[in-house]
């Protein structure tokens, strides 16, 4: 991430300063910012350590090199710093992080070393720490532009036994040029700054809760309440954080905290290139995602309610069985057992080869029509796999799957339901011809149907019996789309991978036909001739083709639908109409 971390603080001799910031350098380090060691022994101790690497070289300046180091430093001189203003020694060159695996360096300092940066920086110290501050003085905050760059501040006071008030005022501040960017981390640096801070106010109550318990600082003030305070401190106007929290490799733990922010923060948001805009299935999964993030948001909240309220033994076993929803359109949220991977289906073409093209044919229908898929089988990773592999002929919004259950469920809930071997099935949606029930036994000759399933030999032990209220003709000519799958499935030339970017392709052809439809029908609100004229164009006008894109337009995403929606509802939308 192309930002720069620091820590400041409200002297109150020299009011704001920066005491500590780490910055990104995707280049060669610049000339003296590793230290006094020679190439030689740097790329040397690169070749040993893997991964991220710190190194600390420091050694004693000549005074040559220190009167040119502080005149072309753009920090401030040290006649105007004290110990509370000052972080690292004279002549400690900083501290240098080297990732090999992106071959980026996080170097800090106490100011950075390009003047433009230290003027940036500078200018979000004083505001962090003086105009630009939340409620109560303590907390996070945003603020910036687009010439100074975006900043996010959180404030936060130390514990000092000897200041104004028993505490110092400071700020970790995250500045970068990219305010989207900064603004979608919000709650990841939220959490890992005030993790940060935590650290720091513990380390410091120690020691201030020690010399408070040595040597009283409020009894003494209040005896000495009509002399100057400042006069009253003996030298000690300003303490290093170090001499605060009581810990003198604190400047190396925040060099490694701020580079392993900045490394994180920036891995975790990672752009994708997208060509062209995103299909039905991508919006869809999106939304899916967004919900299930809300909804365990929601779990955790009312979770955290109930541990606020006393609840005895009974209590704790009640809230086991609200963990997971009863209807989800992904298996694997609601199945606590994972496929053993034996027997199991691995495409359409290995379940036309064991179950026979004639059912497999009246399978596929039944799917494509959006009729509900019933298996029955004591085998659930089985039933689990056919899924997995039938749910790819249809858009991801017309998934409905109850992976495995002990009791019938309804068609308006799922329209794949896999059901353990003891469940009856109500007689209407045996004879419906809206359903189709796969049964799986078990073979009565392991041998009789090994030639059929020569890809897998585990699956020759069952035998599969596939029935309908309707059975599809072997005449019919059913939906396009089906004939061109099956076409697909039979080309021995066309391997796996192939046919299923076939099947994408595919999908997104019949999806943007629903697309078409749904605005000339739902949008548009034209009459049946003209909808009948449409479906011809399209190539759509066989009764199967017609009620597979009824179907298919129940998958469409919220987001196409709202868009639409509201283009008709704006006002140059209806001015353009009339």
Not at 97 to 123: A, C, G, M, W
Not at 223 to 233: G, M
Not at 327 to 342: A, I, T, V, Y
Not at 467 to 484: E, F, Q
Request: proline letters at 6%; hydrophobic letters at 35%.
């Amino acid at each position: 991430m192309n930002a720069i971390v620091a820590l400041c603080h409200f002297c109150e001799l020299h009011g704001p300063r920066t005491l500590f910031c780490t910055e990104v350098l995707h280049a060669p380090l610049p000339q003296g910012a590793a230290g006094g060691d020679g190439a030689g022994q740097g790329a040397q101790a690169e070749e040993e350590e893997g991964g991220i690497q710190m190194s600390s070289r420091a050694r004693p300046p000549s005074p040559a090199e220190g009167a040119s180091a502080e005149s072309s430093s753009p920090g401030p001189k040290k006649s105007d710093m004290c110990e509370g203003c000052r972080s690292l020694a004279a002549g400690h060159p900083g501290y240098v992080s080297h990732d090999k695996e992106t071959s980026i360096k996080y170097v800090s300092h106490q100011h950075p070393n390009h003047p433009q940066l230290f003027s940036i920086v500078r200018q979000a110290c004083v505001r962090s720490l003086s105009c630009e501050v939340c409620p109560g003085r303590e907390g996070p905050i945003f603020f910036g532009d687009e010439q100074h760059g975006f900043v996010f501040s959180h404030t936060f006071f130390i514990k000092d036994s000897l200041a104004r008030g028993f505490q110092r005022w400071y700020s970790i501040i995250a500045i970068m040029m990219d305010r989207i960017y900064l603004i979608n981390s919000w709650p990841f640096l939220l959490g890992k700054i005030r993790g940060i801070i935590d650290e720091l106010q513990g380390k410091a109550l120690k020691v201030f809760e020690a010399e408070q318990f040595g040597c009283p600082q409020r009894a003494q003030r209040m005896n000495t309440a009509f002399t100057p305070f400042l006069h009253q401190r003996h030298g000690n106007a300003a303490r290093s954080l170090t001499s605060l929290t009581s810990d003198d490799h604190l400047w190396a733990c925040l060099h490694t905290s701020f580079a392993w922010l900045l490394k994180a923060c920036g891995s975790r948001l990672t752009e994708k290139l997208l060509e062209g805009a995103p299909t039905e299935d991508t919006l869809v999964q999106m939304e899916k995602l967004a919900d299930l993030e809300e909804e365990s948001e929601s779990w955790d909240n009312s979770e955290a309610e109930e541990e606020k309220v006393p609840a005895g033994p009974e209590g704790t076993e009640g809230r086991e069985p609200t963990k997971c929803p009863t209807d989800s359109s992904l298996p694997s949220d609601c199945g606590n057992w994972q496929p053993r991977k034996l027997a199991v289906f691995k495409s359409l073409r290995h379940m036309r080869q064991v179950l026979g093209a004639p059912a497999f044919r009246m399978l596929a229908w039944h799917v494509l029509m959006g009729n509900q898929v019933i298996w029955r089988s004591g085998d659930a990773d089985l039933v689990q796999s056919a899924f997995q592999v039938l749910r790819t002929m249809l858009p991801v919004g017309c998934v409905r799957i109850v992976p495995y259950s002990g009791q019938y469920e309804e068609a308006y809930r799922c329209n794949f339901l896999g059901l353990s071997p003891h469940v009856q099935i109500p007689a209407h949606v045996l004879s419906s011809e809206f359903a189709v029930v796969v049964e799986v036994h078990a073979a009565a000759r392991a041998g009789a149907h090994a030639a059929g399933f020569a890809d897998d030999q585990s699956l020759s032990k069952y035998e599969f019996v596939v029935t309908s209220g309707s059975p599809v003709a072997a005449d019919r000519v059913g939906p396009t789309i089906l004939n061109k799958v099956e076409a697909a499935l039979t080309n021995q030339n066309l391997s796996v991978d192939v046919v299923d970017q076939c099947l994408v392709c595919l999908k997104e052809e019949w999806m943007n036909k629903v697309k078409v439809l749904f605005k000339f029908t739902k949008v548009d609100s034209r009459p049946k001739e003209d909808t009948q004229k449409l479906l011809s164009i399209l190539g759509a006008s066989e009764e199967d083709n017609v009620k597979l894109l009824k179907f298919w337009m129940t998958g469409l995403s919220k987001t196409y639908k709202s868009h639409l929606m509201s283009t008709v509802r704006s006002p140059t939308a209806s001015e353009s109409r009339s």
